[in-house]
Nanobody, 124 residues
Framework: QVQLVESGGGLVQAGGSLRLSCAASGRTFTMGWFRQSPGKEREFVVAISRNAGSTYYADSVKGRFTISRDNAKNTVYLQMNSLKPEDTAVYYC????????????????????WGQGTQVTVSS
């Protein structure tokens, strides 16, 4: 049974920082962070491979956000620096299966498991 629980959201002024955590149950997955702001569709933020060897960031957060994981704790983190009002959203962590072959592994196109979300609000 897979369960994901996010924490660490809150209110911060522009330029500030927050660290989100996602505690997972079950096997080690490729993990991703997504966000959704009012009136908009869910947006991909970043993903990290099972062994943390690969990451993939959306252009909107490159250089500001950093994803990491501690597999011993089965926890994924999202360090968010230089926050902007545009970053305001509900942030969700998600777990999915990587697809591997002799040529290597790819990030999931779809994620199978989702957390409940945590609110991040960035004020001007």
């Amino acid at each position: 049974q897979v369960q994901l629980v996010e924490s660490g959201g809150g209110l911060v002024q522009a330029g500030g920082s927050l660290r989100l955590s996602c505690a997972a149950s079950g096997r080690t997955f490729t993990m991703g962070w997504f966000r959704q702001s009012p009136g908009k569709e869910r947006e991909f933020v970043v993903a990290i491979s099972r062994n943390a060897g690969s990451t993939y960031y959306a252009d909107s957060v490159k250089g500001r956000f950093t994803i990491s994981r501690d597999n011993a704790k089965n926890t994924v983190y999202l360090q968010m620096n230089s926050l902007k009002p545009e970053d305001t959203a509900v942030y969700y962590c998600a777990a999915g299966y990587s697809y591997c072959s002799a040529s290597g592994c790819s990030f999931p196109r779809e994620y199978d498991y989702w957390g409940q979300g945590t609110q991040v609000t960035v004020s001007s």
